[in-house]
């Protein structure tokens, strides 16, 4: 099946720094890739909706110049949490989907901000 | 607005029991449905689907059936084991443009030996 991959898995900060995660899908080409956020046994949130070579598409309450998202390639998109502070630490997911087939879904990045 | 119902969790079984978790959905036109499994400490991964109605989707011995009458899709399973230990999410995609999958709450389950 599909592969997509996240980098890094866990990443630990300093409130006010910035963190960059990646996100590949590593054996098809994606059209869209999608952001989403999960907290302690929570369901997933979507954050926004990326399109390879266009802007991203945010969800209603995120804050765009805090989550910038850039979707360079058909096989990469990164999430930069600008600023980061402790309500920012999460579990964030990607996924990259191919047009009319499934969501697949990277193994998840574990962001703690001290 | 299209929307996932699923049961509320923690669900605890005792390892070889039969399991059923319950899933409605609310939306127009024909959705595709989906169950993913979320693992301790790891993304989603997808567990079954079924496109259309009547359309059974199976794998690792679970199985759903998307029932338009009853606007279901239960996963369930003959005979748990304890490495099914997960968070089970059911979703759908109702087929717009952007493919937006819309998550159940998610349902935590225990498999005890």
């Known amino acids: 099946g599909a592969v997509v991959s996240q980098h890094p898995s866990w990443v630990i900060c300093k409130s006010g720094t910035s963190v960059k995660i990646e996100c590949r899908s590593l054996d098809f080409q994606a059209t869209t890739m999608f952001w989403y956020r999960q907290f302690p046994k929570q369901s997933l949130m979507l954050m926004a909706t990326?399109?390879?070579?266009?802007?991203?598409?945010?969800e209603q309450g995120v804050e765009k110049d805090k989550f910038l998202i850039n979707h360079a390639s058909l096989t990469l998109s990164t999430l930069t949490v600008t600023s980061a502070h402790p309500e920012d630490s999460s579990f964030y997911i990607c996924?990259?989907?191919?047009?009319?087939?499934?969501?697949?879904f990277g193994p998840g990045t574990r962001l703690t901000v001290l | 607005g299209n929307s996932v119902t699923q049961m509320e969790g923690p669900v605890t079984l005792s390892e070889e029991a039969f399991l059923t978790i319950n899933c409605t959905y609310t939306?127009?036109?024909?959705?595709?449905l989906f169950w993913y499994v979320q693992y301790p400490g790891e993304g989603l991964q997808l567990l079954l689907k079924?496109?259309?109605?009547?359309d059974k989707g199976s794998n690792k011995g679970f199985e759903a059936t998307y029932r338009k009458e009853t606007t279901s899709f239960h996963l369930e399973k003959g005979s748990v084991q304890v490495s099914d230990s997960a968070v089970y999410f059911c979703?759908?995609?109702?087929?717009?443009?952007?493919?937006?999958?819309?998550f159940g709450k998610g349902t935590r389950l225990h498999i005890l030996p």
């Open positions: 939306a127009t036109g024909y959705p595709s």
């Open positions: 996924s990259a989907s191919i047009p009319a087939d499934t969501q697949y």
């Open positions: 979703a759908l995609v109702w087929g717009n443009r952007d493919d937006k999958i819309i």
């Open positions: 990326s399109n390879e070579g266009s802007k991203a598409t945010y």
């Open positions: 079924a496109t259309k109605a009547d």
